[in-house]
T-cell receptor, first 118, second 112 residues
Framework: GAVVSQHPSRVICKSGTSVKIECRSLDFQATTMFWYRQFPKKSLMLMATSNEGSKATYEQGVEKDKFLINHASLTLSTLTVTSAHPEDSSFYIC??????????????FGPGTRLTVT | DQQVKQNSPSLSVQEGRISILNCDYTNSMFDYFLWYKKYPAEGPTFLISISSIKDKNEDGRFTVFLNKSAKHLSLHIVPSQPGDSAVYFCAAWSSGTYKYIFGTGTRLKVLA
């Protein structure tokens, strides 16, 4: 099956610093990638949709200047949490939709990144 | 406004018996519904999907039923196995918005 990786799997940073999370589709090209955030014992909340070569579309309530998304290639999207604060601590998950998907709703999820801001 | 709801946060079932996980939604414009399985600190894994024009889809031990008039879907796992213990999310997809809306999840524990 299609594989999506995320790096790092776990990161601890100090308040005020920035953290970059990478999402890669390893064996397929992804025109569209999605970034989700999951709070403990809560649902996955879509943060933004990124399309290769264009600006990301952010969901209501998500600060685009705080969560910078870059989708520079068909296999890589990055999420940068700028000036991180403890309330940004969460589990961040990306997913990728194949460019040549058999079904329009097809998405493959990465393993997630646990961010802890101290 | 939670468009997709899973009202049971947890469920315990004996091994070999049937597990039934439920999901309700409010938006009649959803085109597909999907079930995902998730372990802690991992990404969701796709289980099974159903188109909004169907009422049943079966794949091995997993069957999803859709009742459009009630805006309700359910996932049946028969027989349940200890390895099925995980959090199950239902998700709804809309071709209009091109995105998933996830439910709140149900933690299934299958007892050996």
């Amino acid at each position: 099956g299609a594989v999506v990786s995320q790096h790092p799997s776990r990161v601890i940073c100090k308040s005020g610093t920035s953290v970059k999370i990478e999402c890669r589709s390893l064996d397929f090209q992804a025109t569209t990638m999605f970034w989700y955030r999951q709070f403990p014992k809560k649902s996955l909340m879509l943060m933004a949709t990124s399309n290769e070569g264009s600006k990301a579309t952010y969901e209501q309530g998500v600060e685009k200047d705080k969560f910078l998304i870059n989708h520079a290639s068909l296999t890589l999207s990055t999420l940068t949490v700028t000036s991180a604060h403890p309330e940004d601590s969460s589990f961040y998950i990306c997913s990728a939709s194949p460019s040549a998907g058999a079904v329009v709703y097809e998405q493959y999820f990465g393993p997630g990144t646990r961010l802890t801001v101290t | 406004d939670q468009q997709v709801k899973q009202n049971s946060p947890s469920l315990s079932v004996q091994e070999g018996r049937i597990s039934i996980l439920n999901c309700d939604y409010t938006n009649s414009m959803f085109d597909y519904f999907l079930w995902y399985k998730k372990y802690p600190a991992e990404g969701p894994t796709f289980l099974i999907s159903i188109s909004s024009i169907k009422d049943k889809n079966e794949d091995g031990r997993f069957t999803v039923f859709l009742n459009k008039s009630a805006k309700h879907l359910s996932l049946h796992i028969v027989p349940s196995q200890p390895g099925d213990s995980a959090v199950y999310f239902c998700a709804a997809w809309s071709s209009g918005t091109y995105k998933y809306i996830f439910g709140t999840g149900t933690r299934l524990k299958v007892l050996a």
